[in-house]
């Protein structure tokens, strides 16, 4: 493992194992946290059930007692009704109390004798077929009064429901007075020397609906009896439930089979009977005595907590995404930073190679300078032929170090952003043609042949001359680096059809492989050292002439040529 192998590994390794670990803590202290709000909200939930339950039982108990109330109320009046001559005090007590739903009274063979016709009648007679409960053991009215004291005792303690069943209980005993004393005297004192009265209260339920019946059967035979108003019972039982705004929509009072009586609707809506949606179900179902209302009971609903919800499993949830996020937030700016320390030592080292091969290829052209200066200063040279070559090769050293320079001095303000154009109108192709000229010796020296494709017409342009003649220059100078055993290069100027120029520089050397074909305009990017170790450069040819083209607002690209060979091709606006 290299050094600079083991500084990476080294950085990974101080990065990744104290981030993990801390993440891995915080998702420890996240399920921590998660079970104690978890059992928060069951014992929340647990609580609350208890709490609906409780109340749920208040209620029921509230209505058992003011059924009960009811019931002893009716009883009361229905034990005063005398049993002489009773239809007349029956007809005042059901137009006067609107407790009772229907009155009724029956023969000593038992049979309907009150009322004589319509509906009443007919569900009396299938009661009466459905068997005759003052036949059998029933419950007397001092037992029911026992069983009302008890419940009384039971609910003391719940003072909503006492002003209610006081207006109840007087609304039970309402009738009206008998119309004579003397006749009302004489039948308590018939009724007193005969044996009691049986009485009692049948709940039964036809195909349509409850009936809560209270019967009376004298001494004398037969029966007298009362139904209890349920639609005005339903209407009151609203005031039994709470009204306080966290429970005002969690109880009921239901009929088995579906239909409820909500707390909310008795206040706006009097006695309306609505259903529950289908998607709330009853926490308790506390059931109503079987003796006073038959399948009736009170059921809890719990309602939604907005803040248990949040708090439960999306805790752990966000909480987990935050983490992950951190730690990836963590890891992706430590690679940054070391893609980046990476980079910035890539580009040190790229640097400090570029100002050791640029010094090699200053001194390479300023020692032939100074050898061929010195030569002709000592007078060492055999003729004038001799002295002129020197002068020639002194000639091309300092172009070559000119260029050198152009490109060093143009790579530092690029990598600034000072380079400036200085804009001309100017003929392309006399200018390409002066410059080949100049160039075609150095070209020839690299073992090419110059071919020239150029307009004969002037071809006006509006660039930078300098610009584009170094441009042209580095081209040149790679193919003849480069493609100096590929026999040719070629040199093309052509105007563009929606107006500019296009130069391109072709040699038949050995081209660029696929995988460099970009990268070859990168800086200090060369590309196959087993071809290029013996070629002097520092790879900034390409960038720079692609830089400069693109300051000048054109594009210099390569393409492959047929047949082999690379061609680069300057796009000029």
């Not at 966000?318 to 980046?340: K, P, R």
């Not at 990476?342 to 300078?369: D, G, M």
């Not at 060369?526 to 720079?544: F, N, P």
């Amino acid at each position: 493992m290299t050094g600079s192998s083991r500084r990476i590994f080294l950085y990974w390794l101080l990065l990744l194992v104290p981030t993990l670990a801390v993440g891995a803590g915080a998702l420890v202290l996240l399920r921590r946290e998660q079970a104690r709000l978890d059992e928060q909200v069951r014992v929340a939930a647990a609580t609350k059930r208890s709490a609906i339950e409780a109340r749920a039982r208040l209620i029921a108990e509230s209505v058992e007692l003011l059924i009960g109330d009811v019931e002893s109320g009716l009883m009361t009046t229905l034990n005063e009704i005398p049993v002489a001559n009773p239809d007349a005090s029956l007809d005042d007590w059901e137009r006067s109390n609107p407790l009772v739903r229907a009155t009724f009274r029956l023969s000593r063979d038992d049979r309907v004798a009150r009322p004589t016709s319509g509906e009443a009648r007919a569900w009396v007679a299938a009661w009466i077929a459905s068997g005759t409960p003052w036949r059998g053991v029933v419950r007397d009215e001092k037992e029911s009064e026992a069983d009302r004291l008890q419940r009384k005792d039971i609910s003391s303690n719940v003072a909503q429901s006492q002003s209610l069943r006081s207006a109840v209980q007087a609304e039970a005993r309402q009738k009206t007075a008998p119309a004579s004393a003397p006749a009302v005297e004489l039948a308590k004192k018939s009724e007193a020397q005969a044996a009691p009265d049986r009485v009692g209260w049948t709940p039964w339920r036809d195909a349509s609906r409850l009936h809560l019946i209270g019967w009376r059967q004298p001494a004398v035979g037969g029966v007298i009896a009362v139904e209890v108003n349920l639609a005005t019972i339903s209407a009151r039982l609203g005031e039994l439930l709470p009204r306080d705004g966290d429970l005002a929509d969690a109880f009921a009072v239901r009929e088995i089979g579906g239909v409820i009586l909500k707390s909310k609707d008795y206040a706006a809506e009097g006695s309306s009977f609505a259903s529950r949606p289908a998607s709330e179900q009853p926490v308790v179902i506390i059931p109503i005595a079987a003796n006073l209302l038959p399948g009736w009971e009170v059921v809890g609903f719990a309602r939604a907590n907005d803040a248990a919800r949040g708090a439960g499993g999306g805790f752990f949830l966000v909480g987990a995404l935050l983490v992950a996020t951190s730690v990836a937030a963590i890891l992706a700016g430590g690679s940054l930073l070391l893609w980046q320390a990476r980079r910035s030592e890539a580009e040190a080292a790229q640097k400090t190679s570029f100002v050791a091969n640029v010094s090699h290829e200053f001194k390479t052209p300023l020692t032939s300078i100074r050898l061929y200066a010195e030569l002709l200063e000592q007078g060492r040279v055999r003729d004038a032929a001799q002295g002129v070559d020197y002068l020639r090769t002194i000639g091309r050293e300092t172009q070559r170090l000119a260029r050198l320079v152009n490109n060093a001095l143009d790579f530092s303000r690029l990598e600034q952003g000072k380079k400036k154009f200085a804009l001309e109108s100017l003929d392309l192709t006399a200018e390409l043609t002066r410059l080949l000229d100049t160039h075609a010796p150095r070209i020839a020296e690299a073992g090419l042949v110059l071919r020239r494709e150029l307009p004969a017409a002037p071809l006006a342009m509006t660039t930078d001359r300098d610009t584009v003649e170094q441009i042209v220059l580095n081209l040149i100078d790679n193919a003849c680096k480069y493609a100096d055993g590929g026999g040719e290069v070629l040199v093309t100027l052509a105007p563009r059809a929606g107006g500019g120029a296009e130069v391109c520089v072709a040699d038949r050397g050995p081209g660029v492989p696929m995988e460099h074909r970009e990268q070859i305009f990168e800086k200090f990017h060369r590309v196959d050292d087993a071809l290029t170790a013996e070629k002097s450069g520092v790879g900034l040819g390409l960038s720079i002439a692609r830089q400069l083209a693109r300051g000048l607002g054109g594009e210099l690209r390569y393409a492959p040529l047929e047949g082999g060979g690379a061609k680069f091709i300057l796009e000029l606006p």
